[in-house]
């Protein structure tokens, strides 16, 4: 779920929501919730805007 969820940020090509990432995959948003947590543990994403996430350059 990871992947697909940086995947989906990647082709936003903008800071997007956790509901726009679940929304685009049609995954549960819970499943993409526990993603972002992975996610900003490992410093994969970075939050430019409040609420808003993009990966890591």
């Known amino acids: 779920m990871k992947e697909k969820v ?3 940020m ?4 903008k800071p997007v929501l956790a ?5 685009t995959l049609g ?3 819970k ?9 900003k543990k490992e ?3 970075v939050s430019p805007v409040r609420c ?6």
Do not use: T, Y
Not at 19 to 23: E, I, M, Q, S, Y
Not at 52 to 57: D, S, T, Y
């Open 52 to 57: 808003k996430w993009e990966p890591a350059k």
């Open 19 to 23: 509901g726009d990432v679940a929304k």
């Open 31 to 39: 499943e993409v919730d526990k993603a972002f947590a992975e996610l």
């Open 27 to 29: 995954a549960d948003r």
């Open 43 to 45: 410093g994969a994403i």
């Open 10 to 13: 990647r082709e936003a090509g």
């Open 6 to 8: 940086l995947k989906a």
